[in-house]
């Protein structure tokens, strides 16, 4: 993983290949940007990708062209250890300094992990510190947001999820102190967000994700438990602040939307998921798709960027409300991560879902029983493909219709692409990609925003 080389507005890109002329709208991704610790003499690296300081990359496409653009997030402690003209933050700090960070509960955000665009605005997110606006045309950063208030001192995690038929998003934060709780929040499309409840929590746990359905927001909460006194001194490496304890099991909360101060909640062996693809709501329960691991050893193996999460197994849960039981069952046996749907079945019953492979993207097609047949997009071992994001062909057009965007970081150019993928032939080649001059370091996440009409 190297840093980024240049900054830049929207320039035009090469285009290989035809863009659709219906394409038409921005692609954002976001991810670690600057892996060295600013105005450090020995130009040391960051012990882990998360703390790397983020960029957001923007492809926009218009009428068959595709113009790109390139930042990095100027979080307020950048912008302090530049002033400085040393590290003041993260692990190549220095101790006395991180150990003081540790004391004062003060950390950088690094704004590194996904995005969010709600009620006209865009914003960057990273789950222990709060949204960071970004202007949509220029990617200038605007500064930390707390959401009108909603977030009444919470963290807000950086996997908001938008459901279609309720036409809000939903996301939660956690309140870390001597007592840990569970924040949730509602974000209607057109209007401010607003604070649902307030659920206790055991212990202080790194939770990435959650998922949300038309009646209810589910939580898997793994055993994985953030060592206070390791988070307060400041003085390990990330991935050493969270610990594994598989003997506390982990814990299903299912909250219903409309009284979600009645949760069901309980506990279940241990496993861990980093994303989830989808959910849907059945006469007895929840069923939730989720990419799964026996453990939390993926957290180690992230410490130099994306390509570290090697992949897990995409399982299908079910969860009976009324008997507070859990089952599950592979979906494929491929190892996948990443997962994807077709937005406007965010929240209710799909059957289509990307998955970036190891060596190849994965369209996949689920029947009613869960059993899918998937089709198979290679990707040669010189490429890197990022999460791939679900364009529809029109607004009325057939689920899973349309096109599939991923940004490819190619080895042997050193450069970055976008591919355009046809859902209709997608084992074929794309049918476009739009080059970037330079490469563009891999990122986490990312959405798409349509041109207005």
Known sequence: ???????????????EGTVPARLRGTL?????????????PEGRRYGHAFEADGAICAVRFEDGTAWGSHRLVQSRELVEERRAGR?????????????????????????????????????????????TQ???????????????????????????????????????????GARCALELFELPDRAGARHLASLPLEEPVMLHDFVATERHLVFFVSPAIIRRARALLGLNPFAELVGWEPGRG????VVPIDAPEAPCRFRVDAFYQWHFAGAFDVEDGVVVDAVTYPDLATLEALSGGVDGLEGGVLTRH???????????????????????????????????????????????????????????HPVSPALHASEPIFVPRSPDAEEGDGWVLTLVYD??????????LDTRRFEDEPVARVWFDHHIPLTFHGLWQPARA
């Open 1 to 15: 993983m190297t840093s980024l080389r240049r900054e830049h507005g929207f320039e035009a890109l090469r285009v």
């Open 411 to 420: 080895e042997r150019s050193d450069t970055s692409h976008v591919a355009i």
């Open 87 to 131: 590290p003041l933050y993260g692990s190549v700090a220095p101790w006395h300094r991180r150990l003081l960070n540790g004391l004062r509960m003060r950390a950088k955000n690094a704004a590194n992990t996904n995005l969010m665009h709600h009620d006209g605005r865009l914003f960057a997110l990273y789950e222990v510190s709060r949204p």
């Open 28 to 40: 954002y991704r976001v991810g670690p940007g600057r892996f060295e610790a600013p105005g450090d």
């Open 134 to 176: 970004i202007d949509p045309n220029s990617l200038e950063t605007r500064g930390e947001r707390d959401l009108g208030g909603a977030l009444r001192g919470s963290t807000f995690s950086a996997h908001p999820h938008r459901v279609a038929a309720r036409q809000a998003q939903y996301n939660f934060g956690i309140r870390y």
């Open 318 to 376: 079910r969860i009976d409300l009324r008997r507070q039981h859990l089952s599950r069952e592979p979906l494929d046996d491929r190892p996948v991560e990443f997962p994807q749907l077709d937005p406007r079945h965010a929240g209710g019953a799909y059957r289509r879902l990307w998955l970036v492979g190891s060596d190849q993207l994965l369209q996949l097609d689920l029947s009613g029983d869960g059993a899918g047949a998937a089709r198979r």
């Open 250 to 253: 982990s814990e299903v909360i």
